[in-house]
């Protein structure tokens, strides 16, 4: 196998056909085994759809819409990202997950064994150690949670990440691409086999503070947080923080998100927007009764680089690394003048994804962090390979 045998790109063309069109002229190849993308809600879907058909008529086809693109250029907007995989790279399943709105457990770890079957009959060697899961889930769904556990324990030991589409931050509505169509209340799962070294990892930067909010008051199906602390939510998270609640936005719940300890581990537990009537909607579920403590960032780039030097450690160079990175990244990146520093960090390492509404690492759905996988090079053959 050639390390240029996965195949990245990125097209910045608005019109939807150009995009395409752009796009599988650098990633077409032969005997093309799949091929992920991530593109901008701003394009017309459906011409989207109807050329990816087109043009890759008979190849497995998964992406999903998002509030951003990343691919060899670094950070976009309104773009078309993604990568192929020659049949020689790995073996590929994928499918789709419908009526997330009537999910239940039982449904969900029925579908990831019957594609963990088709799998197993395609390469009978799969394991935990040679194969892994990427799921993309519409980003307004409110399953994430239950869909990402009920996905990772019908695979069992078989590793799950994944991101949860965007919109460009409208919060309309947002899309998974399956089997030649765009689809909302739904979830893609891809099972991948392959011979190439990878590592899935996940990385946040954020620290708590000893700053305690306890939600007195909420409406967990719909993630809202409606008191904390026995006073209006916003009111008293904007004291906490130190801010009048006018200049609550996405800019500052980037900069400064809540966390929840979970067995001694910080997860980040994102607000997505005040709303009118003083309540807080969240990215992630939440309950009455839990605890959050203020966090605060440390050094993003710094940690960037610490983590893609870990995978360098482990696997070697990565000739692909596919990332689902929170959009209050995003925006904190974009707050602090980094794009290019962290662009470069993505292009140094072969990264494409996208600006997701959440990320799930192994089954647990997660905010502000950076979810993903790295794929390493072939190794080089032998001389008695090369010889023969």
Do not use: W
Not at 80 to 94: E, K, R
Not at 170 to 182: A, M, Q, W
């Amino acid at each position: 196998m050639n390390i240029q045998n996965i195949r990245r790109a990125q097209s910045c063309a608005t019109e939807a056909s150009l995009a395409v069109a752009e796009f599988h002229a650098e990633v077409a190849q032969p005997n093309m085994e799949l091929v992920i993308f991530f593109c901008s809600s701003e394009y017309d879907l459906d011409v989207l759809a109807a050329e990816i058909c087109r043009l890759f008529a008979g190849v497995q086809v998964v992406g999903c819409t998002t509030a951003g693109e990343i691919g060899p250029t670094g950070y976009q907007q309104h773009s078309l990202s993604g990568a192929s995989f020659p049949a020689g790279s790995c073996v590929a399943v994928s499918g789709l997950l419908d009526r997330l709105g009537q999910f239940d457990i039982a449904r969900g770890y029925d579908f990831a064994q019957t594609l963990l079957q088709r799998l197993e009959s395609k390469a009978p060697d799969a394991s935990q150690d040679n194969s892994f899961a990427f799921m993309l889930i519409d980003g307004l769904s409110i399953r994430e949670e239950m869909v990402a556990h009920a996905l990772q324990y019908g695979l069992g030991k078989i590793p799950l990440f994944g991101g949860s589409a965007g919109d460009d931050l409208k919060f309309e509505k947002t899309r998974v691409y399956s089997d030649g169509n765009f689809h909302s209340d739904s979830a893609a799962l891809i099972l991948i086999n392959t011979t190439l070294p990878f590592k899935i990892f996940k990385t946040q930067h954020f620290v708590s503070t000893d700053k305690r909010l306890v939600v007195t008051e909420a409406d967990p199906a719909k993630r809202i947080v409606k008191e904390i602390n026995g006073l209006p939510a916003a009111e008293e998270y904007a004291r906490l923080v130190g801010v009048d609640m006018r200049d609550l936005n996405h800019m500052l719940f980037a900069a400064l998100p809540v966390v929840v300890m979970i067995d001694g581990t910080d997860y980040v537990r994102s607000i997505q927007k005040a709303n009118p009537d003083g309540s807080l909607t969240f990215f992630c579920a939440i309950e009455e009764g839990l605890v959050f403590r203020v966090a605060h960032g440390v050094d993003l780039v710094n940690n960037l680089e610490q983590t893609f030097d870990k995978i360098r450690e482990e696997i070697g160079p990565p000739q692909l690394v596919i990332v689902c990175d929170c959009i209050l990244r995003n925006l904190e990146v974009t707050q602090n003048d980094l794009k290019d520093l962290v662009g470069e960090v993505f292009r140094h390492n072969n990264t494409i994804g996208f600006s997701s509404y959440g990320e799930q690492y192994h089954g647990v759905h997660v905010n502000q962090t950076l979810t993903g996988i790295a794929i390493g090079a072939a190794p080089e053959p032998s001389q008695e390979t090369r010889d023969a």
